[in-house]
């Protein structure tokens, strides 16, 4: 039987590649890989998953061309503005992670109406990490930490001030574009994640992609560090 995860976290890489093999402008594969991303949304609530995390944009991004940068957020920002209602229409609820001091206000601005405007949807939660990165995230927790007072925690405590507090952990980790690394996303959550590598350049990851990905996740056996 397929076995579905209830937490699936994907790295969304190869746009630029993807289209650069083309011999078009870098952000026409990122265009190409927002109307994959949606299809692999609209996947997931098929199947039954109830959490997607998709890495957006890291920390590490800034480094990037301005241009390029620039045209990243304006197209997240218009599929936000555009998208949003249909998405609350279909039960999916927005969450965003990450850093908030450095995006554009109106991006910004953005995400906490997507986020208010689906707070209630409960078919598929869809988390968007946008401008973050797992050590940012740990440090972040840790200066909550501080300001809390306490003394000596638990892990169980110390997960309440990571910006994934009270969501599972991801069973599996999808990256595409035949890349093999973390590249510091989900790093406190991830210990006993599931990771599988798909040579597929993002925008060429469809459902039929996805599928094989859940299919190989279903035949390994989780132990969690015991003997079964």
Same mark, same amino acid.
Request: hydrophobic residues 35%; proline residues 3%; aromatic residues 10%.
């Given at each position: ?67 390029? /940068?620039? $045209?990243?957020?304006? !197209?997240?920002? %218009?599929? *936000?503005?555009?998208? #949003?209602? =249909?998405?609350?229409? @279909? ?47 740990? /440090?972040? $927790?840790?200066?909550? !930490?501080?300001? %809390?007072? *306490?003394?000596?925690? #638990?892990? =169980?405590?110390?997960? @309440? ?56 996740? %279903? ?10």
């Amino acid at each position: 039987m397929t076995r579905i995860p209830k937490h699936l976290a994907i790295i969304m890489d190869g746009n630029g590649r993807w289209a650069q093999e083309r011999g078009l402008p870098r952000i026409a594969g990122h265009y190409e890989g927002v109307k994959r991303a949606e299809e692999i949304v609209y996947s997931c609530q098929e199947l039954g998953v109830e959490f997607l995390t998709l890495y957006t944009f890291s920390t590490e991004n800034w480094k990037r061309p301005t241009t390029e /940068v620039k $045209a990243l957020f304006e !197209l997240f920002e %218009s599929y *936000l503005s555009k998208r #949003t209602a =249909e998405l609350r229409k @279909k039960g999916i609820r927005l969450r965003f992670i990450g850093r908030k001091d450095r995006i554009p206000r109106s991006t910004l601005r953005v995400m906490r109406e997507a986020e208010e405007q689906t707070k209630d949807c409960n078919s598929l939660t869809v988390i968007l990490a946008v401008d973050y990165g797992g050590r940012d995230e740990i /440090v972040r $927790a840790i200066n909550k !930490l501080l300001k %809390s007072g *306490l003394e000596s925690i #638990t892990e =169980e405590e110390f997960s @309440k001030f990571l910006d994934l507090a009270n969501t599972p952990d991801p069973d599996l980790l999808i990256r595409t574009a035949g890349e093999e690394r973390i590249s510091n996303f989900l790093l406190w959550h991830i210990a006993y994640t599931e990771f599988y590598f798909s040579q597929v350049y993002w925008p060429d990851f469809t459902k039929e992609e996805l599928m094989k990905a859940i299919e190989d996740y %279903s035949c390994r056996k989780r132990r969690f560090g015991a003997v079964l």
